[in-house]
T-cell receptor
Framework: AQRVTQPEKLLSVFKGAPVELKCNYSYSGSPELFWYVQYSRQRLQLLLR??SRESIKGFTADLNKGETSFHLKKPFAQEEDSAMYYCALQGAQKLVFGQGTRLTINP | GAGVSQSPSNKVTEKGKDVELRCDPI?????LYWYRQRLGQGLEFLIY????????KSGLPSDRFSAERTGESVSTLTIQRTQQEDSAVYLC??????????????FGPGTRLTVL
């Protein structure tokens, strides 16, 4: 079965501090993993995908198959990063989302 | 280009009434998803349509909830005998559905349902 776990429902950090949003997955095959973001009053949208190994808005995420993790990181948080973040896994069937982490960046 | 659209954007109804929510996916997208997002909560999967296959209804919370999709186009989510706990934002998303390929989901703006 496909499962995504985001252990932190809420995360609060100060501006300029590093931020890490945790994501662990369960899947027997080779997964495709994503991070989606929902800013206040905006649509949910794709932030980044692991296959492209890109950095978007300063965020990166590395797939660690040994630890079955795909944590989202940014070295220096900015106030505009405050949003709801969802980790998602594409297996053989449907895309499965975690429960989300609400990130708040304090000034 | 045109994205995923949903209507109505807001719906206020009385407890016990039926409501119908509509989703127009991006043209050509074969996969369509419905989610529920309660205030301050995460995404709750409801139902998934994939081409001509039988829909995955495993997320529907009760038999008061049902959804249909006409071919690979519009979908409607129906909630019968609404309850106050049905109050939430209902999100629709569509994507390509190609095996072993990244299939980004594109989300609609949502329908905010309030049951009084």
């Amino acid at each position: 079965a496909q499962r995504v776990t985001q252990p932190e429902k809420l995360l609060s950090v100060f501006k300029g501090a590093p931020v890490e949003l945790k994501c662990n997955y369960s899947y027997s095959g080779s997964p495709e993993l994503f991070w989606y973001v929902q800013y206040s009053r905006q649509r949910l949208q794709l932030l980044l995908r692991h296959i492209s190994r890109e950095s978007i808005k300063g965020f990166t995420a590395d797939l660690n198959k040994g630890e079955t993790s795909f944590h989202l990181k940014k070295p220096f948080a900015q106030e505009e990063d405050s949003a709801m973040y969802y980790c998602a896994l594409q297996g053989a069937q449907k895309l499965v989302f975690g429960q989300g982490t609400r990130l708040t960046i304090n000034p | 280009g045109a994205g995923v659209s949903q209507s109505p954007s807001n719906k206020v109804t009385e407890k016990g009434k039926d409501v119908e929510l509509r989703c127009d996916p991006i043209s050509g997208h074969t996969a369509l998803y419905w989610y529920r997002q309660r205030l301050g909560q995460g995404l709750e999967f409801l139902i998934y349509f994939q081409g001509n296959s039988a829909p995955d209804k495993s997320g529907l919370p009760s038999d008061r909830f049902s959804a249909e999709r006409t071919g690979e186009s519009v979908s409607t989510l129906t909630i019968q005998r609404t309850q106050q706990e049905d109050s939430a934002v209902y999100l629709c998303a569509s994507s390509w559905d190609r095996p072993m390929v990244d299939n980004e989901q594109f989300f609609g703006p949502g329908t905010r349902l309030t049951v009084l």
